[in-house]
């Protein structure tokens, strides 16, 4: 049961010879979450082999064209490979007008699938997907436009039942529902069976919160508390931080600060300026405050590992 | 002096994880001439070092996807850099009413440099760039929508003085210009000194065909004889002969035809389909035909050496 990001571009605006703009793909159990879509993302999913045909969502921060300018590269590819299911957008209203305009210019036939916007606010936070595995919300962002960033949690997992209680008490299978629910088991021979004999502590819920492009927000760590992953931008270091202020950016000690505030299990940066020609300086100013922080590269990929969640913390 | 191409992209519309969308530099003495933005293009200048500021004239064939796509965030990064100076776009009139409607989406504010678009045509060649030491003509194609080609040819140049006859017969400098176009001198000892002996004939104008999108048609013939690289479409090989023609491509075999037909000096193929994952069979096909052939490849760069032209041939 995969929870994991793939880092498809790491830059910010101007990219670099080796850093793509804007692009993560999060694996959330087999679904493929796309979030930002900046120029090359086509490129970058075919270079780390993912499958065209599992991106149906496609998750946008904001508009300024570093996280969109894929967008019409990657739905013409999709239209050419024959996608006929529906393409789902979540995204600043804006969107849905901009396609509006450029598709007679952009595609030169009708898309053989139905591109579906979902609005996005960015005012509150709002729940914006959720199917069986997992929920999908928005985080009021603090960017020059209006900016949301996303919080993907996996849904509460129910008990795990052991394979060798079933055998062993004969566990009928009409009431394994109600055990994985937490019931206890009276056997045929009116023996209480107590749960936790019977079952093993559920997965722990898996989260990560994408933070991009923002200013440093106290405001937003309600949202992001206790995430196991907190992706956030640092697009500079302390050196440059009057220049983070005023174009609404962040810098990698801000970034770690956050971090720390929020209690999270580790920290991605990413978002780089393109005057930086190593992040190293970025990446260990974030460690100093927040140690668990990595800088985010093309390519690499963030698992957080399952793990059960302790009896008496369910 | 330099005449070379590189080249940025050599994938058809559905890129491939090391095929870019088309893309190509040519520099002829120092100018950069940006032929067709396929996404990435900004990425891929930067792969390949070339300084953004050299970048002032792009040279567009057509208005499908894999020819634009990268020109939004070029144009975005250029303005991010501080570009001042005019960007001169050569392209289907229809790119200029795009540009017009994505502009209040897709940049945040008024560009700090003017776009000036100059028009091309598809039904007959054109003039459209020239200066004292280059002519780019348009070269009209067989696509779906309208498509030109673009031939770059060098201006020509004068006869070179040689240095040592200067000082031999003492020659004033108010003379060199007339002997420089073929004049012969007369010493003060009224000796008549044939040009031939001062002078070392003028170097061969070189010159570049680029013909993509394009089906196969010999009416370009005209328009690209004997020039020393031809740049020509091959999405397909002959097994896909059928679609090559449905959808106005041509084949290995057809480039390497027309290449034969029109004597020139070496063929480049690219603008390969996806299904091609290594274009080895592509190439042997063209070769069969005309063995002059070259795959196009990213990051390749095909120089045309400086030849003299021969005395008589003038």
């Not at 394979?163 to 529902?177: C, G, H, L, N, S």
């Not at 720390?260 to 978002?271: D, F, M, Q, S």
């Not at 300086?281 to 990929?301: C, K, N, S, V, W």
Request: net charge positive.
């Amino acid at each position: 049961m995969s929870f994991s990001l793939t880092v498809l571009g790491s830059s910010s605006a101007v990219p670099t010879s080796g850093r793509f703009p804007a692009a993560h793909v999060l694996n959330v159990h087999e679904r493929y979450f796309l979030i930002d879509c900046g120029e090359g993302t086509q490129i970058q999913l075919r270079r780390y082999r993912f499958r065209f045909g599992k991106i149906n969502h496609i998750f946008i921060t904001h508009l300024h064209g570093d996280h969109i300018f894929g967008l019409f590269g990657l739905i013409s590819t999709l239209s050419l490979l024959g996608k006929t299911t529906d393409l789902h957008i979540y995204a600043n209203p804006k969107l849905e007008k901009i396609m509006e305009v450029v598709q007679p210019y952009f595609f030169e036939h009708p898309l053989p699938f139905k591109i579906v916007f979902h609005p996005t606010g960015s005012s509150k936070q709002q729940t914006i997907f959720e199917d069986e595995m997992v929920i999908v919300k928005t985080i009021p962002l603090k960017h020059r436009i209006p900016t949301t960033g996303f919080l993907f949690r996996e849904k509460k997992r129910p008990l795990n039942i052991k394979k060798e209680a079933i055998e062993f008490y004969d566990i009928p299978v009409r009431k394994i529902q109600s055990i994985k629910s937490g019931s206890d088991f009276t056997t045929a021979e009116r023996k209480i069976i107590p749960n936790h004999k019977l079952t093993l502590p559920p997965w722990k819920q898996r989260s990560l919160a994408y933070c991009s492009d923002t200013a440093y927000s106290e405001r937003i760590i309600k949202y992001i508390e206790n995430v196991d992953i907190l992706y956030h931008e640092a697009t500079y270091g302390s050196d440059m931080k009057e220049r983070a202020h005023e174009t609404f950016h962040s810098t990698a000690g801000e970034a770690a600060m956050l971090a720390k505030k929020a209690n999270v299990e580790k920290l991605i940066i990413g978002h780089f300026s393109a005057r930086y020609k190593s992040v190293a300086p970025l990446l260990e100013e974030a460690r100093e405050i927040f140690p668990e922080t990595f800088a985010a590269e093309e390519g690499e990929i963030h698992s957080v590992v399952q793990k059960r969640i302790k009896r008496g913390d369910q």
